[in-house]
């Protein structure tokens, strides 16, 4: 598969380092020969310094028989024109970046006149992924599946759950709710855990189930599931608006501080259930004196991760508010995730997984389509759900005799609109929604989970 990727900013080097491991011929393009030439070093792709919107640069890089162009460039209106100019040239399904809140409530006219295949917009999903953690805060992470009937929901072990030293098995028998534990993160391991696997305080446990059934769980091991009522954010850029707008619209109290008096005369305009504050975000006095120590969630979504760290350490200090931090860069992520900030929410990670499940749906020939994937467990592992559209090798046989791939399990199954935990004489039929989670990368089709 050959893919084209215009605009090779944080974005775009994402995809390009995602979409390498996806055994797909890349071609990069970008105005900053320096940008192509530090990128081409590192990943085995075509690189070409030019207009992304040229048909000469077009051309150049194989439009006329490339399968999909992404358009990710700094620019909403350069990347729709790349689309549109891709398809008048070429045959090619086409992805584009679309970030300005003034296109949100216009993004399925210009996706259906402009006939592009996907239109990504990082800053409403980032928001979107905040308000699911605000909706339920004893949460790190919770990725969706089957259309939000599903979750895949992160919390870490505390003591007062007196889980320590339980196996997956006596936790599942002592509180009987139908949950599957999808993967259990130590200080030095991670494992897709079998029945007799012990968890421990200080782990990092992902529990798969509907919203209703995590709910019950987690109200017998003592963790509090109801939203917040009230956010303060810092920083008033697009995730905040998005996020403000919202959270108004669950009947949550927002304050937004931003610096920038021009920025606040705006989100006033917009958001007039919000309340804006004109401030510095990082100055201890105004975050007290605006409720800091009270305040039942705390964001951070500056244009500079440094800030937002380090201001999530310092509210750890005087808040027992739920804290959620936005980080743009990731060569660091490892030392971030070791900070133990709360939730970290990385805007490029949503971009690239909504791609890579599209490329994987395209790659599938018959059976099945990719319908979600997310990188989990700090990007060890794929979650993915399938739909199953044809016959298989996998329809019909029960789980249990089937022979499945190591470190895969079977999560979740959707089966004419009811979910269930699967258990070992249940058989995937066709039209089913699949939940995988395993740490065998790359898996397209559902036939894949075989061994």
Request: net charge negative; with cysteine.
């Amino acid at each position: 598969m050959h893919i084209i990727i215009v605009g090779c900013g944080k974005v775009g080097r994402t995809l390009a380092e995602q979409l390498q491991e996806e055994e797909t011929d890349l071609t990069l393009i970008d105005m900053d020969a320096d940008v192509i030439n530090d990128l081409t070093e590192d990943i085995d792709a075509m690189g070409i310094v030019g207009n992304g919107a040229s048909i000469n640069t077009l051309m150049e890089a194989g439009v006329q028989t490339a399968d999909i162009l992404i358009a990710v460039t700094a620019s909403d209106e350069l990347n729709l024109l790349c689309c549109l100019i891709a398809q008048k040239t070429g045959h090619c399904q086409t992805i584009a970046r679309v970030r300005n809140p003034i296109y949100s409530k216009e993004i399925g006219f210009i996706k259906e006149r402009l006939g592009l295949s996907m239109i990504m917009n990082p800053e409403l999903a980032a928001a979107r992924e905040i308000s699911r953690l605000l909706r339920f805060p004893a949460a790190i992470k919770i990725d969706p599946f089957s259309k939000g009937r599903v979750e895949l929901l992160k919390f870490k072990v505390l003591p007062e759950f007196g889980l320590d030293g339980m196996s997956v098995s006596q936790i599942t028998d002592k509180y009987r709710c139908d949950i599957l534990f999808a993967a259990i993160e130590s200080k030095d391991t991670l494992a897709i855990p079998g029945g007799d696997h012990l968890v421990h305080n200080g782990d990092f446990v992902s529990i798969i189930a509907t919203p209703k059934n995590t709910a019950t769980f987690f109200k017998k091991i003592g963790l509090k599931t109801h939203q917040v009522r009230n956010t303060l954010i810092i920083g008033g850029g697009t995730i905040s608006y998005y996020l403000a707008k919202t959270l108004s619209d669950l009947k949550i109290n927002v304050k937004i501080i931003e610096k920038d008096k021009e920025r606040c005369e705006e989100l006033s305009d917009m958001l007039p259930e919000a309340t804006i504050i004109c401030g510095d975000g990082t100055e201890r006095s105004l975050l007290m004196e605006e409720g800091l120590a009270t305040v039942e969630s705390f964001v951070t979504l500056t244009n500079m991760d440094e800030e937002n760290i380090f201001l999530s350490l310092s509210a750890k200090k005087l808040t027992n508010a739920k804290l959620v931090a936005k980080v743009n860069r990731l060569p660091y992520k490892d030392v971030i995730d070791d900070l133990d900030l709360g939730s970290v929410i990385y805007p490029k990670y949503i971009t690239s997984d909504s791609i890579l499940r599209y490329v994987r749906a395209m790659q599938n020939t018959i059976g099945s389509n990719v319908e979600t994937l997310y990188h989990v467990l700090d990007n060890q592992a794929e979650a993915l759900e399938f739909i199953i559209r044809d016959n298989s090798p996998v329809v019909g046989i029960p789980l249990a005799e089937l022979n499945l791939k190591s470190n895969l399990l079977v999560c979740c199954l959707t089966h004419k609109g009811t979910v269930r935990i699967p258990r070992g004489q249940d058989t995937l039929q066709i039209g089913d929604n699949v939940v995988i989670v395993t740490t065998n990368k790359g898996l397209r089709d559902i036939r894949d989970i075989l061994a």
